[in-house]
């Protein structure tokens, strides 16, 4: 064994952990080696010392250490708020209870929006709907559009068209964010016959006659007559 | 662990007082001798044993505990940590000397309370003490674990998470700077 090895094993030897077939070389090293001899005497001399004069262990307060511990790990109670009065069943059923409603809603108006083509919910204190404007403007559009006919009287209701054109402003307002492009062209051709209408000379046969064709082209009789606001549901404006 | 504290733990991780409490009782001995040992103060040493108990409890809902690693392990070495931690604090706070003049003092109390034969005794214990008081924390830990709670040099290893070769050097430098100092002492 050398001088290493024995100052390795000296405390395995101490604590009775040396394996027995080290521990006759252990005590053959220490008996030929005169350094690691002193070495050992003196560790076990340091060790009878700290063993000698343990420090005395004096009793402390076991209970007030043992309250200060239990205060700290003890559980915090838990702030009471509002919501705290109701049970948590209640809560999540008012939560689900919300959800639902808000989901029907949102359903709901999105199947407005897509039947109607219109974004956005409607004025319900606006005076009429898009199918009472058509059926106001039916009459107008026959009226001019037959205009160019033999014997037919010029027209005269330009105050009326006046109101119309208006009206149909109001309800372009309306329609601006509308994904139905028919509906959108519709009212456009609509703005063009009526501006064209407020601005006739009726005593020029040929200006009546235009507007006649421009009627006609357009096809606005037809197109008011076919375009069916019961099958898209009524536009709320 | 026996089969007892086993159920006490299990107990005591569900957060029974009752249990927390048995617990406290069966370990606080041998954590405040520890804690006293190496601190040598009693309010010191209260510190030190709150801390590890409260430290242990806390962290006990989160930690596995299998049927190797002994509750009495583990909350012993979160005492050793616990009283190193608190050493190295007071000694930034106090400095080493008033810290050694605190270890002084602690014996002087007691030895003029003690009969004459005694003085001596004390007087020399003391000395011992001045002197581990100027270990670092961790040599005087391995002191005070191999000396004064007669562990294994494995056994301290494990507590410190350090290898058994360190530990063997570490304690070889300590008791040379014990057996140097305490020559000085009686040589001058």
Request: aromatic share 10%; hydrophobic share 45%; proline share 4%.
């Amino acid at each position: 064994m050398t001088c290493n090895e024995f100052k390795d094993a000296i405390f395995l030897f101490q604590d009775g952990a040396l394996p027995k077939a080290k521990t006759s070389d252990f005590a053959g090293h220490r008996r030929s080696c005169p350094a690691c001899a002193r070495e050992f005497a003196a560790l076990e001399e340091a060790a009878a010392l700290l063993a000698g004069h343990p420090p005395v262990v004096p009793v402390p307060d076991w209970e007030r250490s043992w309250k200060k511990i239990a205060a700290a790990v003890a559980p915090r109670p838990r702030r009471r708020t509002a919501w705290s009065f109701f049970p948590r069943w209640a809560l999540v059923a008012v939560g689900f209870a919300a959800f639902f409603i808000l989901g029907v809603a949102f359903a709901r108006l999105d199947f407005f929006h897509a039947k109607t083509g219109i974004a956005g919910a409607g004025d319900a204190a606006f005076s009429f709907t898009a199918r009472d404007y058509f059926s106001l403007l039916q009459p107008v559009m026959a009226e001019y559009g037959n205009a160019q006919a033999p014997g037919a009287p010029a027209p005269e209701n330009r105050d009326r068209v006046r109101g119309l054109l208006n009206d149909l402003y109001l309800l372009k307002q309306r329609a601006e964010g509308s994904r139905d492009g028919a509906l959108r062209l519709l009212l456009g051709d609509i703005e063009l016959v009526l501006l064209e209408m407020v601005h006739l000379d009726r005593s020029r046969p040929d200006d009546v006659r235009r507007l006649s064709e421009l009627i006609q082209e357009k096809g606005l009789s037809m197109k008011l007559r076919v375009f069916k606001p019961d099958n898209r549901k009524l536009i709320q404006i | 662990m026996n089969i007892n504290e086993a159920n006490w733990v299990a107990l005591a991780r569900a957060g029974d007082p009752g249990a927390m409490h048995e617990l406290y009782e069966r370990h606080r001995g041998r954590i405040f001798s520890l804690a006293y040992r190496y601190v040598r103060s009693v309010p010191d040493a209260e510190d030190i044993l709150q801390d590890t108990f409260i430290k242990a409890f806390r962290s006990l809902k989160n930690c596995q505990l299998d049927d190797d690693a002994f509750f009495s392990s583990w909350i012993y070495r979160i005492a050793v940590n616990c009283a190193m931690d608190h050493f190295r604090k007071r000694r930034r706070e106090d400095g080493d000397e008033e810290w050694q003049r605190d270890f002084l003092a602690a014996d002087e109390g007691r030895a003029a309370a003690s009969p004459e034969s005694e003085y001596r005794r004390h007087e020399l214990r003391a000395q011992v003490e001045q002197v581990l008081g100027k270990l670092s924390a961790r040599k005087r830990m391995i002191v005070q674990l191999r000396h004064y709670q007669q562990l294994k040099i494995h056994e301290i290893a494990e507590f410190l998470g350090c290898s058994q070769g360190s530990v063997k050097k570490q304690l070889f430098v300590a008791l040379a700077q014990l057996r140097g100092e305490m020559d000085a002492r009686s040589g001058g």
